[in-house]
Nanobody, 124 residues
């Protein structure tokens, strides 16, 4: 099982980034997926998640209305569109997979597959 994130980088406050996550080696279309982030000195936190079909999405209050999650099961890809970025969004962002079609938990311990993480820095 392998998850590979891409699309991170440096962006000014108010700007946008789109993270992508490519999945290899598991039944992606049967798995709920999530995005997490971890800032220096802080615990890993849930950002958003999406059910296997894409019909249901969930977001942390801190990103609701600014971030959007989508997936393409034909390509084994999940995306995180981040708009109106703030300096407090600066973190390493991780893609993660949960072994169930629906998102049963937002707890990191219930996600069994993880990407290596990608840096997002929001700064002027």
């Amino acid at each position: 099982v392998q998850l590979v994130e891409s699309g991170g980088g440096l962006v000014q406050p108010g700007g946008s980034l789109r993270l992508s996550c490519a999945a290899f080696g598991f039944t992606f279309s049967s798995s709920a997926m999530g995005w997490f982030r971890q800032a220096p000195g802080k615990e890993r936190e849930f950002v958003g998640g999406i059910s296997w079909s894409g019909a249901f999405t969930y977001y942390a209050d801190s990103v609701k209305g600014r971030f959007g999650i989508s997936r393409d099961n034909a390509k084994n890809m999940v995306y995180l569109q981040m708009d109106s970025l703030k300096p407090e969004d600066t973190a390493v962002y991780y893609c993660a997979g949960q072994p169930h079609p629906e998102l049963l938990s937002l707890n990191p311990v219930d996600f069994t597959s993880w990407g290596q993480g990608i840096q997002v820095t929001v700064s002027s």
